[in-house]
């Protein structure tokens, strides 16, 4: 079974800093591709950002490229998300995903698990 677990997400000013943290277990990673994704009220769930199990080339979403940055530690199986200069237009549930693939696709569908999901709130 596999688990992925989200934390670190709370409530911030704008312009502040949160770090998303998602612990994988229940199997080795190896090869997978790890997401982010939020889902704001009222709104679909969108992309947000992913990492190959290389940890070289990343992908964002152009609303959040120059202000978070997506890591991974296969060593401890987790992926982190580190979200500066964040904005009220961030405020969501975020969500980590995995996807049994070295290529990053950024659509849901393409993972095959989830986290529960973290809250974030950026205040204005």
């Known amino acids: 079974q596999v688990q992925l677990v989200e934390s670190g997400g709370g409530l911030v000013q704008a312009g502040g800093s949160l770090r998303l943290s998602c612990t994988a277990s229940g199997r080795t990673f190896s090869g997978y591709t790890m997401g982010w994704f939020r889902q704001a009220p009222r709104k679909e769930r969108e992309f947000v950002a992913a990492i190959p199990w290389s940890g070289g080339r990343t992908f964002y979403a152009d609303s959040v490229k120059g202000r978070f940055t997506i890591s991974r530690d296969n060593a401890k199986n987790t992926v982190s998300l580190q979200m500066n200069s964040l904005k009220p237009e961030d405020t969501a549930v975020y969500y980590c995903?995995?996807?049994?693939?070295?290529?990053?696709?950024?659509?849901?569908?393409?993972?095959?698990?989830w986290g529960q999901g973290t809250q974030v709130t950026v205040s204005s």
């Open positions: 995903a995995a996807r049994a693939s070295s290529v990053i696709r950024t659509t849901g569908p393409e993972y095959q698990n």
